[in-house]
C-alpha cells in the first residue's frame, strides 16, 4: 500500500510518515502543492494525503487539478479549518474524507484503511460473512451460528459497516459519519452505548466475541 | 474657535445660501426698478405729449398770438408748487413767452425729449429739479418746449435702490448670524462626539455621546453610535471573559497532563500505565479547543455554505434515537412528540449537533427514572423544537449566563462536560436565525429552539424556471438570470 502525504508542516508529515510506516505502508512526502501534484500523478498510490493550506498550489485546487486528469485515487483532506463549510467545499472539490487537525493518529490510519479499501470493495455483494457470523443486506437478515438475531434498523447499518471494514479499525466518529450521516462532536460517549447493546445482540451467549473496543482507537470486528 | 469656524461646512453651506439668495434679490429688485421707473416715464412722456398736442391744435385755430395767451393763462393758472414748464421762442431761440429763462442745454434726442435740471429759484437754498421736456417746432420757425418735473420719478428710484439696499444689508446680517449661531451649534454636537470618541479612543469604554432628547439627527446619530459602542463594550467584555475562563478552565487539565508526564519521567520503564490518561486529558483539551473554534467560527460564519432545505423532524426524530439508549441506561424515560412540519433551511449537521447537545444535557441531569420529552410543533411561521425534563434545572437567572462559554452552573461542575454545550447551541441558533429560550418548570426545565420558516420567494423561482426552461438564452439573459435571486436575498 502506497501513501502520498502532501503536507508543508515538517513535523506534522513525519509525524504521519513514521505512524504510516510502522504499520506497513509505503509513504512519499511532498511539503507543497505543485510537488505535491506532480508524484501523485506519477506515482500509483493508494490514498493521498492533502493538506487544505499549501505553499504553491492550494490543496482543493490539486485535488481539483488531479481529477481533471482523471486521477480518481482516494483523497483525505487535512485542515486546521474544521467548519461545515470548509468540508463541504472540500467533498465538492473531489475529496474522499475529511479530517480536522488536530487529530489522534488513531483516527487518521483508520480513514486511510478505509479510503484505500473504497476502490476494491464491492458494493454488489449481498451476503457478509465474518466466522459465524452472518448478514445479508438485500434480506437484512442476520444470523450467528445459525441463531436468527434481530436488530433494530440502525443496530442493522452499524454492524453492516462493521462488517464491511471487519478487522479494522472504525473509530467512533467514522461510525457517526457513516452509519448516522451526521458530522458532529457528541458530548458524551454516545456511541459506546450503541455498540454495547449490538454487542449484547450479536457476542452474548456465545463463546467467542467479534465485536473488539481497540483502546484509544474506537472498534473493531474481527474473528 | 476662528478657525474650525470658517472651515466648518454648515458655514461654508449658509454662506453660499446666502449668496445665492442675494443674487436673486438682487434680480428681483433689479426687474421691479427697471420696470416701475419705465412705466413711470412713459406716463410721463404721455402727459408731455397730450400737452403739446393740445397747443399745436390752438396754435392752429388761433395763431401765435391765441398759443401765446394760452401758455400764459396756463402759467398764470397753475399751481404755485407746479411743475409744467413752457417755453416759446423764435426760430433764433429768442424767448416769446415762458416760465423758463433761457433754452435748456440737454441734448435732445431724435423725439425731441430732453432731459434737465433747474434750479428753483424761489426756495434757499435752490432745490435741484429734475425735469423731461419735449421740443417742438412749429410753423413759421417758433419752437415750443414742453416739459415737467420728474421728482417724483427720482424719488421712486431712490426709494427703491433704498429698500434694495437695506434689505440685501439686513438679509446678509441676519443670515451671517444665523450662519454663525448654526454652525457652532453643530460644531459644539460634533466636538462632543469627537470628545466622546478621543476618550474612548484613550481607554475609557464607558463613555457615551451626550444626546439631547429632542430626538433630532444629532440625537439620532449619537443614539446610534451609543448602541454600537454598547455592542462593542459587550463584545469586548465576552472577548475578556472568554480568555479568562479559556485560562482558568485550560489550567486546570495541563496542571494534570504536566504532572502526568512528570510522574512518567520519575517512573522508569513503568511509564505505560500512565500514558493512557495522559492521552486522554490531551485529546480533551484538544476537542475543548476545537469545539472553541467550532463556535467562533460559527459565529462569525455568515456565509450559510452548508444551509439546505431540512426536515427539522427527522434530525430532531434522529437525535432521539441516537441518545435512546444513553436514556434507557438511566432509566429514563425519553419521548418524541412530532408533527409534520415544513421544511426549513439550515445547516443539517450543524442543527443535529445542537439539538443533541440540548438533550445530551437533559439525559446528564435528569435523575434516573426522569421523563424526558422532545417534541416538534409548529406554530405561526415557526417550527418549535423543545426538550423538556423534570430535573434540577436552571434558575431564571442564570438562563442568560448558561450559553456563555465556560460557564457552569455549580450542580453541573461535577459532570463531565467542557462547559461548551449551550455555547454551541447559542451560536448555531443564531447562524439559523432561531430563537433559544429557557422556561423553568417546577422541577425541571423546556428549552425552546423557534427555527423560522423560510419566506416563499416568488420572485427567484421564477427567474430560476425562467433559465431553465429558456435553455438556449444567451449569456447575458443567462446572467440576469443569476443575479437576479441572489439580488432578492
Redesign the interface.
Known sequence: MRVMIVEDDRETAEHIKRGLEECGYVADHADNGIDGLNMAMDGSYNVIIVDRMLPGLEGLELIRRLREHEDLTPVLILSA?????DR??GLRAGGDDYL?K?F?FVELLARVEALSRRKDQDSTITELELDDLYLNRLTREVRRGGQKINLQP?EYRLLEYLMRNSGQVVTRTMLLENV?D???????N?ID??IS?LRGKIDKGFDKPLLQTV??AGYMLKP | MARPLLRSSTFKLTLLYISLFSTSVIILFAFIYWSTLSYMTEQADEALNLEIRGLKERYKDAGLNGLTQLIRDRINTQPPSGSTIYLLTSFRFDSIVGNLDRWPRGPEDAEGFIDFVLEDSRFEPRPVIHVRARAFNLDGGFRLLVGRGIEDLFIARKRIIWTLGWGLGIMVLLGLIGSILMSRGMLRRIDQITATSEQIVSGDLGRRVPTRGTGDDFDRLSEHLNRMLDQIESLLDSVRRISDNIAHDLKTPLTRLRNRLESMSHSGADFHHHLDPAIREADGLLSTFNALLRIARIENDARKEGFSSIRLEEVVADVVELYEPLAEEKLQTLTLEQRHTPPINGDRDLVFQAVANILDNAVKYTPENGIIQVSIKTGGKRVRVTVTDNGPGIPDALHEKVVQRFFRTDSSRNQSGNGLGLSMVAAVCKLHGAQLRFEELDPGLSVHMDFMLPVVEKQSKFADSASESDGISTNSSTNYANTKPSAAH
Open positions: 479549518l474544521g467548519d461545515v463549510d463541504v467545499q480536522t488536530p489522534a440502525r448516522w451526521y458530522h458532529f462532536d457528541p458530548q458524551t454516545i452505548v450503541h447493546r483502546r484509544g
